[in-house]
């Protein structure tokens, strides 16, 4: 019986996603308002979109699992297992 993720492990990469482009519109418009060129900013917020999302991916990959997630991997490691009972 396999089990359905939860809402908030459903919404974590958009969570993700909208973080970063925050920090990239909060830096676009610093680069707007120092440049005064819009192609210099949206190209620079473009840039940090990219660093902020390879960031944030890169944390969360170095975080440890909680008990949870260990019991879940081992829930699937022992469905993958050739003898194992589906």
Same mark, same amino acid.
């Given at each position: 019986?396999?089990?359905?993720?939860s809402?908030?492990d459903?919404m974590?990469p !958009?969570? !993700?996603?909208?973080i970063?482009?925050?920090?990239?519109?909060?830096?676009?418009?610093?680069?707007?308002? +120092? +440049?005064?060129?819009? $192609?210099?900013? $949206?190209?620079?917020?473009? $840039?940090?979109?990219?660093?902020?999302? $390879? +960031?944030?991916?890169?944390?969360?990959?170095?975080?440890?699992?909680?008990?949870?997630?260990? +019991?879940?991997?081992?829930?699937?490691?022992?469905?993958?297992?050739?003898?194992?009972?589906?």
């Amino acid at each position: 019986m396999m089990q359905q993720p939860s809402r908030r492990d459903v919404m974590r990469p !958009y969570e !993700y996603l909208a973080i970063a482009a925050a920090i990239a519109l909060f830096c676009g418009l610093i680069f707007l308002a +120092t +440049t005064r060129d819009i $192609v210099i900013a $949206v190209v620079g917020a473009g $840039v940090i979109f990219i660093l902020a999302l $390879v +960031t944030l991916a890169l944390l969360a990959l170095a975080m440890k699992p909680d008990d949870k997630e260990l +019991t879940d991997l081992e829930e699937q490691q022992r469905r993958e297992e050739p003898g194992a009972p589906h």
